[in-house]
């Protein structure tokens, strides 16, 4: 761990889910002394790097550092806290599957705002890509000897990153789609199921997601 016992950080987000989940998770997972904020929106927008959230603001021996970007933020943090390998290939595995989880924002906004002469085209293309990447965590999980975790024996970024994507897109893109949940759950096979709420379990993280609505209930339909 890098970071010193009198680091203190500030998550800026808004008061939801979304971008700024594997930041809380990852702050929880380390113990990390932390707190968040909800800026006031958009009166607080200008005064944001790059007038967008999350943020990260990292305070240490009276020096202040500020990072913005949610997978920038996410593999600092997991980078500080050892939940990154130090091994550069294994690492680069880690974050390769992270970037693929994120091709999916744009493409669900893609079908959501489609045109009606667009719509059929945009929803396919949403579930092919949706479809490739429950393929891609199934294979790494497929190709580990522990079944709690895509990567070794403990908890790590992926495990974090891949528990954050699937509540963004079952529970928390309901506020859009109310039928979202519909279309990703019937796509987790039980062994991808088991690992949501096996990573839900996990006492590094109960003092974020016991404030949280568990995963288990929403899943408990399908889990094995």
């Known amino acids: 761990m890098l970071s ?8 800026r987000y808004f008061d939801l889910i979304g971008r700024a989940e594997g930041c809380r ?8 002394s932390w707190t968040e904020e909800h800026p006031e929106w958009p009166a607080e927008k200008a005064n944001q790097p790059f007038e967008r959230l999350p943020v990260l603001v990292e305070r240490s021996n009276g020096d202040e550092w500020i ?19 130090t091994d550069l290939k294994q690492a680069a595995l880690q974050e390769q599957m992270v ?8 493409a669900f906004m893609a079908q959501l705002m ?14 092919t ?6 393929k891609e965590h199934g294979r790494i999980l497929s190709r580990n000897s522990s079944k709690q975790h895509l990567f070794g024996d403990q908890l790590s970024y992926a495990d974090i990153s891949l528990y954050a994507f699937y509540k963004v897109y079952i ?11 519909e279309i990703v759950k019937p796509k987790l096979t ?10 839900e379990k996990e006492p590094l993280l109960a003092p974020h997601l016991s404030k949280c609505d568990s995963m288990a209930a929403v899943l408990s339909s399908k889990a094995f």
């Open 4 to 11: 010193g016992s009198d680091t203190v950080y500030v998550l």
């Open 25 to 32: 998770l990852l702050l929880t997972a380390a113990n990390a």
């Open 67 to 85: 990072l913005c970007e949610s997978l920038t933020i996410e593999r600092y943090l997991a980078r500080v806290f050892g939940f990154m390998p």
């Open 99 to 106: 970037d693929q989880q994120a091709d999916l924002a744009p």
């Open 114 to 127: 489609a045109t009606d002469d667009m719509k059929s085209k945009q929803i396919d293309e949403f579930n």
């Open 129 to 134: 890509l949706l479809d490739r990447i429950v």
């Open 171 to 181: 529970v928390y893109l309901k506020i859009y789609q109310s039928n979202i949940d």
């Open 190 to 199: 039980p062994e991808i199921i088991n690992l949501i709420l096996s990573i």
